[in-house]
């Protein structure tokens, strides 16, 4: 009874391990498009092209349910292939919803119309492709009002963590936030707005300073999840459970292994 769980990479099992803490009755199927990471310096239509062939692949494995644990995807891919048509019995969300339902203090599913909410300086990081998307301005919009958003661009972040280079990692976090801070020298919030981040989120925290509020996905979307299957029972497929990858199955094997502490192992997609 797996449920789909999308990234480009292995930032996405930061997703899945909450999803398994807060789930752990239901199966998951992980794929990591390894081959073709990391998404964030792509172009809208290959994301979209990438992204769509992934989803399908998991849904022809019995996953009712995909869950895009990219931001980028979830960015340039979404919105598009709900609007073209998800097969019928077919599901994919994406991860920047119960986001901003956390940050705007929204109850999950709350469709009532945007209001003026506690913080009003938010600082985004995410990829290259989801800021240029404006995909998360976009839905915040749609639930709350007088909010202003900085976003910073954080270029090669995610070719760090994927090569295990954490120290580089941090570095390019620091940079990153001395960027976002001499254009919101005093942001109240700060969104990872990529699933790779929150394995960097000390290094955020430390450089932005304890006064501000950093939120990352993980518990987030892993609570959402459990609310939409409650909702939804019937969204549980009947497929493989397991992590499939485009990439060296040996290498991303090793890779997640020592971002999660417990042996995980990865089959060719």
Known sequence: MAVGI?????????????AQTRLPEVDFLYYADSAHAPY????????????????????????DLVILACNTASA????????????????????????????TERQWGDNSPPREV????????????????????RELAFRAIGVDVEAQACGGVVDAIEDGD????????RSHVDALKRKMPQPQAAILGCTHYPLMAEAFQAALGPDVQVFS???????????????????????EA??????????????????????ITFKAA
Request: charged share 20%; hydrophobic share 45%.
């Open 166 to 173: 954490m120290i580089l990692a941090e570095a390019l976090v």
């Open 6 to 18: 999308f990234d480009s990479g292995l930032g996405g099992l930061t997703v899945l391990n909450a």
């Open 118 to 137: 506690a913080v009003e300086h938010v600082a985004l990081f995410a990829t290259p492709a989801t800021v240029a998307s404006r995909a998360f301005q």
């Open 242 to 263: 397991g992590y499939l990858t485009t990439g060296n199955p040996r290498k991303v094997s090793d890779r997640a292994t020592q971002f999660l502490r417990r042996q």
């Open 76 to 103: 340039a891919a979404l919105r598009r292939m709900q609007e073209e048509g998800v097969p019928q019995g077919k599901r994919v969300l994406g991860v920047f919803v119960p986001l901003i339902e956390a940050l």
């Open 40 to 63: 964030g310096v792509r172009d809208a239509e290959d994301i979209y092209n990438l992204t769509r062939n992934a989803v399908q692949d998991l849904w022809s494995r019995g996953c």
């Open 217 to 239: 996905q993980g518990d987030l979307v892993a609570e959402s999840l459990a609310d939409y299957l409650q909702r939804h029972p019937d969204m549980l497929g009947g497929g």
